[in-house]
């Protein structure tokens, strides 16, 4: 992952060729491709470092909740796979998350690269005030975040993964250690398709973003690396 470009697409495919080509258009104009469950389903690991091969960083959103000793071994079968990062789901409670953050640290040893940042998801977004209170939690959307966005802090988990409206209140709470890293964004004029809350790439980052995680307003593009390049053009 470069630092000056804190895009991230989104690949959303389980196809290879299809991962491959997007990556390869898009690669130099974001700072990373990412994967998730349905490619990893189809694929495996194989499939994955097929990607990773082309040079691409790699954010790979498998989201991991699990025992401590099961999320801590997945962890470090990941290592032949090259990622610069992945999540966890921070309600897997201190335990895991330590022990995510130690299999991160045994990575690095076996790879001799940089540890993988390990960030945490708090609460899917897909879930609203009825879905929360019917799982068992007795807090509002904004209280459960909050107190997962600390959790995965002194956990000493590198980030968390929030909504753009979510940016300022984990910015107060957590201060500016945690990483945050931001799907739900939108370049000035582009369709909404199924995001509800959205926000542009610019006010994101300059509420205190640090990855934001695009997908189709690129990956639907009748030419990608003009839409990714415009994106961060956007940025300035
Ligand atoms: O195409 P789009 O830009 O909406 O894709 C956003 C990406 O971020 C998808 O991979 C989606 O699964 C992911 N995501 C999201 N909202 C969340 C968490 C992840 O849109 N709360």
Redesign the pocket.
């Known amino acids: 992952m470069t630092n000056t470009n804190p895009i991230i697409c ?1 690949l ?1 495919t389980q196809e290879v060729d299809v991962a491959t080509q997007i990556s390869r258009e898009v690669m130099g104009h974001v700072g990373a491709v ?1 994967l ?1 469950l349905e490619f990893f389903t189809a694929n495996g690991a194989a499939g994955v470092k097929q990607i990773t091969q082309l040079g691409v960083p790699l954010f790979l ?1 498998l989201k991991f909740h699990d025992i401590p000793n099961t999320v801590a071994k997945a962890i470090a079968a990941t290592a032949g796979m090259n990622m610069f990062m992945m999540t966890v789901h921070t309600s897997g409670g201190q335990h895991m998350l330590r022990a995510a953050m130690d299999a991160s640290d045994r990575v690095a040893q076996v790879t001799g690269k940089e540890r993988p940042l390990v960030i945490g ?1 708090t609460l ?3 879930l609203d005030q009825d879905d929360i209170s019917l799982i068992g939690f007795n807090a509002t959307v904004q209280e459960q975040v909050l107190r997962l966005a600390d959790l995965a802090q002194s956990a000493g988990l590198d980030g968390v ?3 753009p409206f979510e940016i300022a209140p984990i910015r107060k709470a957590c201060g500016t250690d945690l990483a945050l890293v931001v ?4 370049p000035e004029g582009a369709d909404a ?3 509800k809350r959205i926000m542009t790439p610019k006010e994101a980052l300059a509420r205190g973003a640090d990855y934001l ?8 593009a009748s030419d990608r690396a003009a839409a990714a390049k415009k994106i961060v053009e956007s940025l300035q």
């Open positions: 989104a959303d990412k998730g959103d998801v899917l977004t897909s993964v929030c909504s799907p739900g964004i939108r398709g199924d995001q995680v695009i997908g189709r307003p690129i990956t639907d």
